[in-house]
């Protein structure tokens, strides 16, 4: 990984200075050509107040003061990508990164800081949802931000992909009106945590294309309607609606076979399953190739996460979100899965 980020700096002409230190140091045009790379994970290590009022979008925040820095970052940072960190002038960042060089991590820290960053007029952002970032076939940058329990927004060469928006559930709100129109709606089901009108009507301009499942399409009078089965070629996005249903005994009435959609989105080559409310069902035993994989956790409405794992091992994604997970315990699914080279990841928000 080191060699990549050496090669990545030299073909845009750019240079490190590292002398005699464990990490590598770039200025403000070499950290930017980072940002939206999917083997590297940007670190912010400021305080969280400073994180709070402005940082790089998608950057994971661990602040390097805290006496467990290094045993968090082992916890949530990948240990075979390289780790993009930067403070507030740099002098924080250097040393986070040599802390975290010396159990093993590549590094990099940006010189000046988030500092320099805005003497650039480089774009900072307030949101804190994370941000994952995937490479298409093509090369291309995919970023996926879980907003939300069902709530995903993805975006992807321009084009703003929303999956189940949902403005308000319970004392949690998204802000869609900081958000740019929406390219692409896709509603699964007509349940509330699922289906909002009032994040749809925020979301849609007249070039937005609205997918739902009949019943809600119905309560719209409004959108492209998919049957499980149905295949669609939106331009560049290919879409085929996946059955969601309950199989267990006593909850089958909560998402009954035949009404409810997942979504299978191919996006430049790129396949994504978004499984919607469902147990493990046998459809998913045809799901092939699946790069990324949404996966609900909250029985007695979805899995139980026995069978969430079942359903990973049929499926097999290359990378794993549990989510609509609710009060779940999620904790004890990475250790079983990740022996079957299964990346499965974390993110609080998807409760």
Not at 66 to 84: G, M, N, R
Not at 88 to 108: D, F, H, I, N, P
Not at 112 to 133: F, H, Q
Request: glycine share 6%; with cysteine.
């Amino acid at each position: 990984m080191k060699r990549f980020f050496q090669c990545l700096l030299a073909t845009f002409g750019l240079t490190t200075a590292c002398g005699q230190q464990n990490f590598e140091t770039t200025d403000v045009q070499g950290f930017s050509l980072l940002t939206d790379n999917p083997n590297v994970v940007i670190l912010d290590v400021r305080t969280a107040s400073e994180y709070a009022e402005g940082h790089i979008e998608g950057a994971i925040h661990l602040d390097q003061g805290q006496s467990d820095f290094v045993e968090q970052a082992k916890a949530q940072l990948p240990s075979e990508k390289t780790i993009a960190v930067y403070c507030k002038r740099g002098r924080r960042s250097a040393s986070a990164a040599e802390r975290l060089a010396a159990v093993g991590y590549t590094c990099v820290s940006l010189n000046g800081g988030i500092n320099a960053w805005k003497e650039a007029y480089m774009p900072l952002t307030t949101s804190t949802y994370r941000v994952d970032v995937f490479q298409t076939k093509s090369g291309k940058p995919l970023k996926i931000q879980a907003l939300m329990h069902a709530s995903i927004r993805m975006q992807f060469d321009g084009k703003e992909i929303e999956i189940d928006p949902v403005t308000k559930l319970g004392n949690r709100t998204i802000d869609y009106t900081s958000m740019p129109k929406a390219d692409y709606i896709f509603v699964t089901h007509e349940h509330a945590d699922h289906y909002d009108p009032n994040a749809i009507a925020l979301l849609s301009a007249p070039h937005t294309r609205l997918v739902t499942n009949k019943r809600c399409a119905d309560m719209l009078s409004a959108g492209t309607v998919m049957n499980n089965g149905d295949k669609q070629q939106f331009g560049d996005l290919e879409v085929e609606a996946i059955p969601a249903y309950n199989t267990t005994e006593g909850h089958l009435q909560f998402h009954p076979k035949g009404r409810d959609n997942g979504y299978l989105l191919t996006i430049n080559g790129l396949r994504i399953y978004v499984a919607g409310d469902t147990e493990e069902i046998p459809e998913m035993a045809e799901l092939k190739d699946i790069d990324i994989a949404f996966l609900p956790c909250n029985q007695p409405y979805t899995m139980k996460t026995e069978q969430l794992i079942k359903a990973a091992k049929t499926i097999h994604p290359r990378v794993l979100f549990p989510y609509h997970s609710g009060q779940t315990n999620l904790s004890d699914i990475p250790a079983q899965l990740t022996p079957e080279g299964i990346d499965v990841r974390l993110r609080p928000d998807f409760q």
